[in-house]
């Protein structure tokens, strides 16, 4: 039951979150991997706050310098944007410290999104979203 439930959320998050028109236009899923800094976030603002997109395979993973990492897919359906599974690290203080977590990531222009679906202190699901620049040293244009 509980499976089902998240499973419903996850959708529901993404649907939410995508509903709104991210089209790849110039930038495609082709210019995810390299260094992101956060611009925004409704989590709190975060001047240090940095991800690193790689490649492998098909697969995307993501490292963030704030304790946690995951491994997202492109979608199925040829949409702008890659989803997946991660957690954040066990030694992370506060209520997300070892918690697992879906991760969504898309490109709008030339900004990255994120919509992090992670469980709180009290089972309920929270939704984490965040706008990443290209980091100006990745080699960005």
């Given at each position: 039951?509980?499976?089902?439930?998240?499973t419903?959320?996850?959708l529901l998050?993404?649907?939410?979150?995508?509903?709104?028109p991210?089209?790849?236009?110039?930038?495609?899923?082709e210019f995810?991997?390299?260094?992101?800094?956060?611009?925004?976030?409704?989590?709190?603002?975060?001047?240090d706050?940095?991800?690193?997109?790689?490649?492998?395979?098909?697969?995307?993973?993501?490292?963030?310098?704030?304790?946690?990492?995951?491994?997202?897919?492109?979608?199925?359906?040829?949409?702008?944007?890659?989803?997946?599974?991660?957690?954040?690290?066990?030694n992370?203080?506060g209520?997300?410290?070892?918690?697992?977590?879906?991760?969504?990531?898309?490109?709008?222009?030339?900004k990255?999104?994120?919509?992090m679906?992670?469980p709180?202190?009290d089972?309920?699901?929270?939704n984490?979203?965040?706008?990443?620049?290209?980091?100006?040293?990745s080699?960005?244009?």
């Amino acid at each position: 039951m509980r499976v089902r439930f998240v499973t419903l959320a996850f959708l529901l998050a993404i649907a939410s979150i995508w509903s709104n028109p991210v089209r790849a236009g110039s930038a495609s899923l082709e210019f995810l991997p390299g260094e992101w800094h956060q611009m925004a976030s409704n989590a709190g603002k975060c001047l240090d706050c940095r991800i690193v997109v790689g490649k492998n395979g098909q697969d995307f993973t993501v490292k963030a310098n704030n304790g946690w990492s995951a491994v997202v897919r492109p979608s199925i359906y040829g949409k702008p944007f890659v989803a997946g599974k991660g957690s954040w690290d066990s030694n992370v203080r506060g209520v997300y410290g070892g918690k697992p977590f879906f991760l969504n990531l898309g490109m709008m222009d030339d900004k990255l999104l994120m919509l992090m679906t992670v469980p709180g202190r009290d089972g309920t699901l929270r939704n984490i979203k965040a706008v990443f620049a290209r980091e100006a040293t990745s080699g960005g244009t």
